[in-house]
């Protein structure tokens, strides 16, 4: 059975883990929805989003130098 201090020192491992860089994970969670944002915003704004949706994400990608991942489903 482990000693309480390799639980203990176990225990802070885990929590120092949790605990890093999370302005960070904040920054880019902060990025990725007004990101998210302007590209509904463009979407939104077009007259018929349907005819227009591959040139608004080409466009998007080209603009923020980024690739989106997507899925099309059809309901």
């Excluded at 990725?32 to 591959?54: H, K, V």
Aim: charged fraction near 30%; charge should be negative.
């Amino acid at each position: 059975m482990p000693s309480l201090f390799a639980c203990l020192t176990r225990v802070q491992q885990c929590l120092d883990l949790n605990n890093r860089d999370h302005a960070l994970r904040k920054c880019e969670a902060a990025v990725g929805a007004r990101l998210t944002l302007d590209l509904c915003q463009e979407i939104e704004a077009a007259d018929s989003w349907e005819e227009s949706i591959d040139d608004i994400v080409s466009g998007f990608e080209k603009q923020q130098r980024r690739k989106l991942m997507y899925s099309i489903s059809f309901y």
